[in-house]
């Protein structure tokens, strides 16, 4: 079990005594119960925090819960403590993380909106991103909570892996277009700056190219700020295998191209959309050599001048326009 990956040097003295091909079964992926919390920080100034493991959704593609194990968690007291050590240290934004965040709670009785409430009330921390959430689970409380949270960013994530519903089927992921859609909907209507991400993947099996084409339309018809395309690749003794039509590398690798070219028209005119609006930024390290960056609550990458002052402390700005090489908007003026 991925779980048990901390404590192989257990094992080894077992792998001696073993014939054949030295494996050794420690846990039945379906009997994985234990939640292992971590937080960690990487070379940004923001915080990722695990708050869930696991998967008890079985999609025709994924093998993550014959690797990962059933869905399961800390306590809210838990990940409300790991939040505190955060803000302690000076942390300033975590992002929530882990494989179906959405499904917090199964394991302690509690719910991820219960969680997110009780995260919001940690001093010290000034943001939180949601990490992936599935779209069923993305609940309109939660939504509507964020809309007006102290803490929580105007930012989400959102697996809609195709835009066709007959796909979707084949998937058998646990919504349709239709549901997928009023999220968005429901998100821009309390949110109308809300930075919204999706995840695609292209090519599945059974992916024909009128079922992609349908994708294609819907895509983008949505009102969404990028895409996070992935392009499907094969796994051994999942339900997947068992679908007709197979799509070309060629044709995948198409696909996948007339996505990303979506997904950076939608980029840019969610940028273009900010230009002249006044957000907070948080302030990273910069790599040596290179401008100051930061990222607007609503994920708006933003360079400056260098200002070692301003490093992880967040600032309200005045958007400029597009940096020189495309991928940032500049900073008119700080304003506080």
Do not use: W
Not at 11 to 38: A, C, E, V
Not at 143 to 154: C, E
Not at 242 to 249: E, F
């Amino acid at each position: 079990g991925a779980e048990q990956k901390l404590n192989i040097l257990d094992y080894l003295d077992d792998l001696h005594k073993q014939k054949g091909n030295g494996t050794i079964i420690t846990t039945q992926s379906q009997d994985i119960r234990t939640f292992s919390p971590s937080c960690s920080r990487g070379d940004r100034t923001r915080y990722f925090l695990k708050v869930q493991d696991g998967c008890d959704y079985y999609c025709t593609y994924c093998t993550i819960p014959f690797a990962r194990g059933r869905s399961r968690n800390g306590s809210i007291a838990e990940m409300v403590k790991q939040a505190e050590t955060v803000a302690a240290s000076g942390g300033k934004e975590i992002v929530l993380t882990g494989v179906n965040i959405g499904d917090f709670g199964k394991s302690t009785g509690e719910s991820f909106f219960d969680l997110v409430k009780a995260l919001d009330r940690v001093e010290g921390i000034e943001r939180y991103r949601i990490s992936s959430i599935e779209p069923n689970l993305l609940t309109d409380e939660i939504i509507n909570y964020v809309a007006t949270s102290r803490r929580f960013a105007p930012h989400f994530h959102i697996p809609l892996q195709s835009g066709s519903d007959e796909v979707l089927k084949l998937m058998h992921r646990r919504y349709d277009t239709a549901l997928f859609k009023s999220k968005i909907q429901k998100i821009k209507s309390v949110m109308p700056d809300a930075f919204i991400g999706v995840d695609l993947i292209v090519g599945v099996r059974g992916e024909t190219e009128q079922f992609f084409n349908e994708a294609v339309r819907f895509v983008y018809g949505l009102d969404i700020s990028q895409l996070h395309v992935f392009t499907y690749s094969e796994r051994p003794n999942t339900q997947a295998l068992k679908i007709d039509h197979v799509v070309n590398p060629q044709e995948k690798h198409e696909r996948c191209k007339k996505m990303l070219e979506i997904s950076e028209k939608k980029t840019h005119e969610f940028y273009s959309s900010q230009i002249g609006k006044t957000r907070p930024v948080l302030f990273e390290h910069p790599k040596k050599g290179a401008p100051m960056h930061g990222f607007t609550d609503n994920y708006i990458r933003v360079e400056m001048p260098y200002e070692k002052n301003r490093v992880n402390t967040t600032c309200k700005i005045l958007l400029g326009d597009f940096n020189e090489t495309g991928d940032a908007l500049t900073v008119t003026r700080i304003i506080e």
